[in-house]
């Protein structure tokens, strides 16, 4: 159903582009607003914008963004700056941990906590993460949080798979002696092969994989590490000390919290069963083997700022991992857009919305939020499974809820140049530095994260810039995001007609609303804090209804997850909206294949495999077909046989 009616040929059409892994609608409009982002920045093609006289915030917005996007582009001055600046890195780091080379454990507590320290002021990902964002028990305020991490491979079961591991460890061993060893690669006539790597670097990168693996074993799965009943463990300083004392907490604290900034609050840890392991594993390692963690730590994150030569091992493992050709050149411009968007989001959302979000678009879609809210109002007094005191509790979320739409009006306040301005003041951008721009915008991104220690959350600043394609619900505000990036054509458009943007957007925006009453935001209440508002009863009515949906999509093809199953199946109100015709299909019918088409993909089968472990969401096929089968007006509008896949005999129901 999903492929033929609903996706009119696009698997037939379209073929997945050679450097990438998968194609779909949401690429199609994210390529589309990677165009209006090159126009903005890239000088050569004549279309930049003007700055209105006199307006000196809005000329400085725009030469970061032009000089970071030149620093990019300018592969040649990249090559040149050779292997240097990722070796230069290495040695700050390792500045902080003794050279030693004993293999016993013990490493030096201060040592290992200022390390851990810099690690994090890096933005780096490693085995213990601090992060600073809205507390889950007093969600208006920011506090520090504790999560783990660390691993190079996509996910902790990929270490059980002996070739794939066979395969990570040769690519750390190539990229160990590409960085490190005597050798400048760039002089290279051949590339780099297996047997070209000397006998140190394999030991190496055999003792950096056997550290990843052992941490993966005591690691945590992704489930858990998401259900917020389980990551909400508040802990005072003294309670981490003794929970991993081979750390120094307050110091480590003082460490990455920007200078005047004092954590007052309790730390939320979010796997407390994994840090007493990872205590024992950190004193059972020897410190040269710490040492190379690290090293690897920053050669894996930070190399694809290097010149292609310097990091083919790990674009080439990446590119196996997901089914892409290693030989495929990816597109520079991709990089650097990519580049934009994080490092300048903000300042590129600037320009976009200027450019493709116009007009009344905002206001237009504040309604449509608005009129699905006032549907799902209408229709939670209807289940009578809802007890009064959950209901009420329930009809209190959604008339609270909220939309931020198109863009943030807080921190900063995307239309204002002087707010964009202001805001990025502290990223200091070098037209031919691109590696020392990206190293300055992990740092300056990271710390500014930090400073947020304490202060009341920014309810109107959403948690993406505003060019990103796609849509989101954040419990701890009980808001719902809606980017301008997404609110695009096929998507959305003000003058679309109804049943399209409801079909399409609308449904979108259902889905998010009803991640504020799913197995995960629905432990959170109307302001957002962690607490049980569900009576016993209603609670186990909720689970057995939502057992339903694990049954049922359990049969299909391909499982995930099944956290998104009840969202995508209340997705669409199609009762609510009477429609205007067309000629082919009935209104109602567009409706359905407006929703259908958003789903639209084609990927490789080796994303797939990755993505059902690390995806919340059920595959694309079963997100439309899992929904759609669940809807009598579905199968009425399109007189679908009794019994059918698509018109079952039993069907599941929940919001």
Known sequence: MHNSAMCGGFVERNEIPAEESSTNYFSVIYNDNSRVLRSIVDKSLGKTPKPAPGNAA????????????????????????????????????LGFLPDNNSSSGGVDKTAITKTVAQVNKLGLNTFLNILVGSDPGKPLTNSLSVWEGGLGLPTRKLYEVSAVVALYQTAVAQMFQIILGDEDVANRTEPLLPNDIAQQWTDTAKDVVDFE?????????????????????????????????????????????????????????????????????????????????????????????????????????????????????????????????TNLGEAAGHYFILEKFKGDSRAAFTEVFESLKTAYIKTFPTYDWLDKATLDNALKKLKTMEALVGYSTGSPDVPSSLSVKEYYEGYDVVADDYFGNQLRSAIFLNSKMMALMGKPVDRKKMLSYPQMVNAYYNPFSNQVFHPSGMLQFPFYHVENPDYINYGAMGSITGHEITHAFDTS??????????????????????ND?????????????????????????SGKKYKNFKLPGLD?????????????????????????????????????????????????????????????????TKRCSLW
């Open 521 to 542: 935001g629905s432990h959170f209440d109307s302001i957002g804090t962690l607490v049980n508002w569900w009576t016993n009863a209603t609670l186990i009515a909720f």
């Open 213 to 341: 693996t052992k941490m993966a074993a005591i690691g945590t799965d992704l489930v858990d590490q998401r259900d917020p009943l389980k990551y909400n463990n508040p802990r005072t300083v003294e309670e981490l000390t003794s929970m991993i004392p081979s750390i120094d907490w307050p110091l480590l604290i003082k460490e990455v919290l920007p200078e005047g900034v004092q954590n007052t609050r309790p730390i939320v840890v979010a796997t407390p069963i994994f840090f007493p392991k990872l205590d024992a594993l950190i004193k059972d390692t020897s410190t040269a083997t710490l040492r190379n963690y690290f090293t690897w730590l920053v050669i894996r994150n930070q190399a694809l700022n290097l010149a292609e030569p310097y990091s083919r091992p790990i674009t080439v493992l990446l590119s196996t991992l997901n089914g892409i050709s290693p030989g495929i050149k990816v597109d520079r411009s991709k990089t650097c857009i990519s580049t934009i968007n």
């Open 545 to 569: 209804k939502a057992q339903c949906f694990v049954d049922q999509y359990g049969n299909f093809t391909i499982k995930g997850p099944d956290e998104r199953f009840k969202s995508d199946s």
């Open 584 to 648: 082919k299909y009935t209104p109602e019918q567009l409706f359905f294949i407006s929703y259908g088409r958003l789903w639209c993909n084609k990927e490789r089968p080796e994303l797939a495999v990755q993505m059902i472990s690390t995806d919340t969401h059920s595959p694309t096929r079963w997100r439309v077909n899992g929904a759609l089968m669940n809807l009598p007006e579905f199968s009425e509008v399109f007189q679908c046989k009794p019994g059918s896949t698509m018109n079952p």
């Open 58 to 93: 809005e000329e400085d917005n725009l030469k970061k963004l032009q000089d970071l996007w030149d620093s990019c582009m300018d592969e040649a001055a990249i090559l040149k700056a050779g292997r240097s600046p990722i070796s230069g890195q290495i040695d700050n780091l």
